[in-house]
């Protein structure tokens, strides 16, 4: 399977930026709570705009105050930058002491199997249960990865449908992954009352 073009972003450039480099997709998926999905997977481009490069290691070198500062400059990578600056610079320093700074091996290195993958991605810093499975069905269903079980390891999100991120390939797939959302949130809070 071809990985298809990613739209995940109403900026050209940065969709562009998430096809051609594994840490960019990683560091939208870190910057995907309490933002749009636009937003977020915006940030990697802005980042890589205002330091030069998207390198694990230069972003996990790059000194924390700095760091903080570029990406709470306008427009901000995130509703919380300096938070989330920490948690990119965690994640590009995780890369870097497991995987030599090469965001692809978490899923490709030593051909792991979608159980493998999925305990990888949960194992990154500020990758929990839910966000790992999605991103797990984000590479399934968009960036060709044919590891034996990612189905099965992504659970729900590599069902057919529009549930997640995984499943936005448009602004009308977006618009049908919201109302998804938005309909789980009123049955979580009707089950509660």
Same mark, same amino acid.
């Given at each position: 399977m071809t990985p298809m073009?990613?739209?995940l972003t109403t900026d050209t450039e940065a969709n562009e930026l998430l096809d051609r &480099? #594994?840490?960019?997709?990683?560091i939208g998926m870190l910057l995907d709570q309490q933002v749009t999905v636009e937003a977020a997977f915006a940030g990697p481009r802005k980042i890589r705009d205002r330091i030069g490069s998207l390198d %694990?290691?230069?972003i996990a070198e790059y000194d924390p105050e700095k760091f903080a500062a570029l990406c709470s400059t306008p427009p901000a990578i995130h509703r919380f930058p300096g938070a989330m600056a920490k948690?990119?610079?965690?994640?590009?320093a995780d890369l870097v002491d497991a995987y030599d700074g090469d965001a692809e091996a978490v899923w490709t290195a030593g /051909? #792991?199997?979608?159980? &493998?993958?999925l305990r990888r991605l949960r194992a990154l810093p500020?990758?929990? &249960?839910?966000? %790992? /499975?999605?991103?797990l069905a984000l590479l399934g269903k968009q960036r060709g990865l044919t590891a034996t079980g990612w189905r099965k390891a992504a659970g729900d999100y590599a069902r057919k449908g529009h549930r997640s991120v995984a499943d936005i390939v448009d602004q009308a797939s977006l618009h049908q992954v919201r109302a998804y959302k938005k309909e789980? /949130?009123?049955?979580a809070k009707a089950a509660k009352n």
């Open positions: 073009a990613t739209w &480099e #594994p840490l960019a997709l990683l %694990a290691a230069t948690r990119v610079q965690a994640l590009c /051909k #792991p199997n979608g159980a &493998e993958v500020g990758f929990g &249960e839910a966000k %790992a /499975k999605i991103f789980m /949130k009123a049955a």
